[in-house]
């Protein structure tokens, strides 16, 4: 039997066969063969009823005994804050002299560099200081070359004197007489753009070991998000990219709803005529309870939410502390409630609920859930943290994944019609003892569109 309703007459590009193939079908959970066209599954089942697909320019893949898999899906990336790790300090939450005491580590780890660039204070900390107090902390760090500290809503900067002059210096130059946060980080250049082509790669590299075709950025301030996308377009032109990007625009504070509308519409332009490799669809927002100071106001959560569904983009909220989590289950359900069903809707968080609790919300039904993404860019298999079966692990990995990337039309499942994106091992993860091993299981192969873009033996 072969799941495909095509022509006898059409010749599939490539057919997939010699091992097991778990589909996530339930009408055809397991099959022997997948004929491929267009970078689109065309026909699944046995090999022989598949014959009918080859033709006189049909590639094969074999399995060689293998098993393949839906393409991994991971929702709880972090591809973007990643690739700068090299050429940035990312902050842990703090008081002033935490902060301090963290950069003046990285600094003295540092000497050579030419500016010292980290990402991520409590722009809280500095409200009772005037700006001379402020560069001054930094300068007894160093006084001698710029240091600049991107704050977590990415809008706001801190830094030393040196780094003033330098830009006070170069506005002189240029006939500036208003200096943006754009225009200071143009001319301090905090990013070592020499490292990057390396990093992206070997970042891709690793997520193809783990037999992931597909990742979804859980946000990242402008200033990395815009550099991250140009180079992924970049990537694209060079026939480099190995997984499917979904990136976000990240909010974390009160703003304009039109302004932040038309940011995404901006970002998703970017990634028109981009074979669906580059992706951006997504509004992440990241409401904090536990503060004092709420820089995200629930009239601005609800009003932007809103927004975001009418225009048909997904919503991704990182929820910390319980009352942040209803407030975005609220804010979310009023959007489904309207009518907005385009729109996918998910709420990261690490709060333990109670189904009493929720029993009047649609949450983890129309909102979905995961674990909470902040300050976790260094966390590996973050998307499965919470699951206690290999069976689980590949069900959020695979078809929960891509439902709650709003994806699932397309990938997540092997099906005729759905995109061509697979992993292939050699071992059947099924077959595992625990979850520890499952997670240390190594990609044979990884295919996007039909076609293979990490084989194991070429790479080594």
């Not at 301090?100 to 409590?122: D, H, M, P, V």
């Not at 997984?243 to 332009?269: E, W």
């Not at 929720?358 to 699951?387: A, H, M």
Request: with cysteine.
């Amino acid at each position: 039997m072969a799941f495909g309703l095509f022509k006898r007459n059409v010749a599939a590009d490539t057919i997939i066969m010699g091992g097991k193939i778990y589909t996530q079908d339930l009408n055809l959970p397991w099959a022997e063969a997948v004929a491929c066209k267009d970078g689109k599954i065309i026909a699944v089942g046995d090999y022989e009823a598949l014959k009918d697909f080859e033709g006189r320019n049909t590639e094969f893949i074999y399995l060689e005994n293998g098993i393949m898999l839906p393409g991994y899906i991971d929702t709880c990336g972090h591809p973007v804050m990643n690739a700068f790790a090299d050429s940035c300090l990312y902050l842990k939450p703090g008081n002033l002299e935490y902060t301090l005491a963290q950069i003046s580590e990285y600094a003295s780890q540092k000497r050579e560099s030419r500016i010292i660039f980290a990402y991520g204070y409590n722009e809280n900390i500095l409200n009772d200081m005037e700006p001379k107090e402020t560069r001054e902390c930094l300068d007894k760090i160093s006084n001698d070359k710029p240091i600049v500290i991107l704050g977590m809503s990415g809008l706001h900067c801190w830094f030393n004197t040196f780094a003033l002059e330098v830009v006070k210096a170069a506005a002189i130059e240029d006939e500036i007489d208003t200096v943006s946060l754009q225009y200071l980080l143009s001319v301090l250049e905090p990013i070592d753009f020499d490292t990057m082509p390396e990093r992206v790669p070997y970042d891709m590299q690793k997520y193809s070991k783990r037999g992931f075709t597909s990742v979804f950025d859980c946000g990242a301030p402008e200033f990395f998000a815009s550099i991250y996308q140009n180079m992924m377009i970049s990537l694209f032109h060079e026939k480099m990219i190995k997984q499917r990007f979904y990136g976000s625009l990240l909010i974390n504070r009160d703003a304009d709803p039109r302004m932040v509308i038309h940011k995404l519409k901006q970002y998703k332009t970017n990634c028109i005529e981009l074979d669906g490799l580059i992706n951006f669809n997504t509004l992440k927002l990241i409401v904090d309870r536990t503060q004092d100071q709420n820089f995200l106001s629930s009239t601005f959560l609800k009003d932007i939410c809103m927004e975001a569904g009418d225009k048909g983009f997904n919503v991704h909220v990182d929820a910390i502390g319980k009352k942040a989590v209803f407030e975005t289950i609220d804010a979310m359900e009023s959007v489904i409630s309207a009518g907005y069903k385009k729109s996918s809707f998910t709420i990261a968080h690490d709060e333990t609920l109670t189904p009493e609790e929720l029993i009047n919300t649609s949450f983890r039904q129309e909102i979905k859930e995961s674990p909470g993404t902040i300050y976790k860019s260094d966390i590996d298999w973050l998307c499965i943290q919470n699951v206690n079966s290999i069976e689980m692990a590949i069900d959020i990995l695979t078809i929960d994944g891509a439902i709650q990337l709003g994806i699932d039309n397309d990938y997540g499942s092997i099906e005729k019609g759905k995109r061509a994106d697979f992993a292939v091992f050699n071992d059947n993860p099924f077959d595992l003892e625990n979850l520890s091993d499952f997670k240390d299981l190594q990609a044979v192969m990884t295919i996007i569109e039909g076609k293979i873009v990490y084989n194991a033996l070429e790479s080594e």
